[in-house]
């Protein structure tokens, strides 16, 4: 899919250009399309490289946590959840230990653990598997739940702020937070119509509390005091990061783990990572970069913006489109478009705060699902993709509606 979509960027942009030139005139399209190469592939390495000092601090807190035993934690928190949740796995199944530490690991945004426990707990879903070719109750709603992006850390994107000169990167964090609880209750509550599941069960309506709970905490603290709402999620959200902080040092000690020696283990691996995604960065933002420079990008926005405007709606959120666009098809492709606009609008402007909230609402859907049920050679999705697009569709516009609540 990536591959038919990077391509179209480049023909998108060549069409244009070729119009531009003959029936606009405007022959200097050519070079402003190949001067966006070159700039947007300096950009990617100069994004890249800044990422290090970042990568190197969060990467070594997250291996004090995991060597800790934090995941471990959280994954004994959410095991009665998920024994309910999918009746037909046996309580005492390895299936329920590899999916809670793949949910917990998702949580505390350790994609580099994430991904290994669950791909690992598909397979363990699909030992249970009657039908080896078709997705069961069980990996349809535990791909759903990936999907929708559980994310209580979205550290990455705080890491991008940060990069591109944010006056406070941890802004959008409440924002991310409300989104993606929508995302994933949404993803939640229409696999469970679909599969029946008895959400009114104790233990399940207990967890669903305690999420209420905490989202009518965090709302009663933004809604009242002084300060704007911005200013109140600022102070939370970097309040909350301090005390995680605290947590992993403290829990590191408590358990006698050696944190600095983690820590300078973790870090160790920030050079690596940021040069790792450079490649990355450079195929997709010279893309987009060509796209804007063919004046394709601009004059899509300016229709979806005409035929909004129409019906009497605010398009400020039309520059961040392009993200929510590509969340679902493409990861690296939904960076480069939230990266894109913060370089076009300013990293703090409305259009990138919206970007920066939409990719920490949902994750990559159809990447999700070709890797974990190609792992296990499940070729009948039956309805996974209409769950886990409805619990894309949820997430950003929660991201929309929640971003004009906190940022205008």
Same mark, same amino acid.
């Given at each position: 899919?990536?591959?038919?979509?990077?391509?179209?960027?480049?023909?998108?942009?060549?069409?244009?250009?070729?119009?531009?030139?003959?029936?606009?005139?405007?022959? +200097?399209?050519?070079?402003?399309? =190949?001067?966006?190469?070159?700039?947007?592939?300096?950009?990617?390495? $100069?994004?890249?490289?800044?990422?290090?000092?970042?990568?190197?601090?969060?990467?070594?807190?997250?291996?004090?946590? !995991?060597?800790?035993?934090?995941?471990?934690?959280?994954?004994?928190?959410?095991?009665?959840?998920?024994?309910?949740?999918?009746? $037909?796995?046996?309580?005492?199944?390895?299936?329920?230990?590899?999916?809670?530490?793949?949910?917990?690991?998702?949580?505390?945004?350790?994609?580099?653990?994430?991904?290994?426990?669950?791909?690992?707990?598909?397979?363990?879903?699909? $030992?249970?598997?009657?039908?080896?070719?078709?997705?069961?109750?069980?990996?349809?709603?535990?791909?759903?739940?990936?999907?929708?992006?559980?994310?209580?850390?979205?550290?990455?994107?705080?890491?991008?702020?940060?990069?591109?000169?944010?006056?406070?990167?941890?802004?959008?964090?409440?924002?991310?937070?409300?989104?993606?609880?929508?995302?994933?209750?949404?993803?939640?509550?229409?696999?469970?119509?679909?599969?029946?599941?008895?959400?009114?069960?104790?233990?399940?309506?207990?967890?669903? %509390?305690?999420?209420?709970?905490?989202?009518?905490?965090? %709302? =009663?603290?933004?809604?009242?005091?002084?300060?704007?709402?911005?200013?109140?999620?600022?102070?939370?959200?970097?309040?909350?990061?301090?005390?995680?902080?605290?947590?992993?040092?403290?829990?590191?000690?408590?358990?006698? *783990?050696?944190?600095?020696?983690?820590?300078?283990?973790?870090?160790?691996?920030?050079? !690596?990572?940021?040069?790792?995604?450079?490649? &990355?960065?450079?195929?997709?933002?010279?893309?987009?970069?060509?796209?804007?420079?063919?004046?394709?990008?601009?004059?899509?926005? $300016? =229709?979806? +913006?005409?035929? %909004? /405007?129409?019906?009497?709606?605010?398009?400020?959120?039309?520059? /961040?489109?392009?993200?929510?666009?590509?969340?679902?098809?493409?990861?690296?492709? +939904?960076?480069?478009?939230? %990266? !894109?606009?913060?370089?076009?609008?300013?990293?703090?402007?409305?259009?990138?705060?919206? +970007?920066?909230?939409?990719?920490?609402?949902? !994750?990559?859907?159809?990447?999700?699902?070709?890797?974990?049920?190609?792992?296990?050679?499940?070729?009948?999705?039956?309805?996974?993709?209409?769950?886990?697009?409805?619990?894309?569709?949820?997430?950003?516009?929660?991201? *929309?509606?929640?971003? &004009?609540?906190?940022?205008?």
């Amino acid at each position: 899919m990536l591959n038919y979509i990077w391509f179209g960027f480049f023909a998108a942009a060549f069409l244009s250009c070729i119009y531009q030139a003959l029936v606009r005139d405007n022959s +200097a399209i050519f070079t402003q399309v =190949i001067q966006a190469t070159f700039d947007m592939a300096a950009l990617s390495v $100069e994004i890249s490289l800044g990422l290090i000092g970042v990568l190197c601090l969060w990467l070594g807190f997250f291996t004090i946590a !995991e060597r800790a035993g934090f995941v471990d934690f959280l994954a004994k928190i959410f095991r009665p959840l998920f024994r309910h949740l999918m009746p $037909e796995v046996p309580g005492n199944h390895p299936a329920i230990g590899s999916i809670t530490m793949n949910m917990a690991a998702n949580m505390l945004g350790l994609d580099n653990a994430a991904t290994p426990l669950g791909l690992k707990a598909m397979q363990d879903l699909q $030992e249970l598997n009657p039908q080896k070719n078709t997705a069961s109750n069980a990996q349809i709603l535990f791909l759903v739940l990936n999907t929708s992006s559980v994310t209580l850390l979205p550290v990455t994107i705080f890491l991008f702020r940060a990069q591109q000169g944010s006056t406070d990167p941890a802004a959008v964090f409440i924002p991310i937070l409300l989104a993606t609880s929508a995302s994933t209750l949404a993803g939640l509550l229409l696999v469970a119509y679909i599969q029946r599941l008895n959400l009114f069960n104790r233990t399940v309506l207990m967890y669903l %509390l305690g999420l209420g709970v905490l989202i009518g905490v965090l %709302l =009663i603290f933004l809604l009242t005091g002084d300060n704007g709402l911005a200013a109140r999620s600022s102070l939370l959200g970097n309040l909350l990061l301090l005390l995680v902080i605290m947590s992993f040092l403290a829990l590191g000690l408590v358990r006698r *783990i050696n944190v600095y020696d983690a820590f300078i283990d973790g870090a160790k691996q920030g050079f !690596e990572v940021a040069v790792k995604i450079i490649p &990355y960065l450079v195929a997709m933002l010279v893309a987009i970069g060509v796209l804007r420079a063919s004046l394709v990008l601009d004059h899509a926005l $300016e =229709i979806v +913006a005409k035929v %909004l /405007a129409t019906f009497g709606l605010n398009t400020d959120f039309v520059a /961040a489109l392009p993200t929510a666009l590509m969340r679902p098809f493409s990861g690296s492709g +939904a960076r480069a478009m939230m %990266l !894109e606009t913060m370089n076009t609008h300013g990293v703090d402007s409305f259009a990138a705060n919206l +970007a920066a909230t939409i990719q920490g609402s949902t !994750e990559t859907t159809f990447y999700v699902l070709a890797v974990y049920f190609g792992s296990v050679g499940i070729q009948r999705v039956r309805h996974a993709i209409g769950c886990g697009l409805f619990a894309d569709l949820t997430g950003i516009t929660a991201a *929309i509606a929640v971003g &004009y609540w906190f940022f205008t």
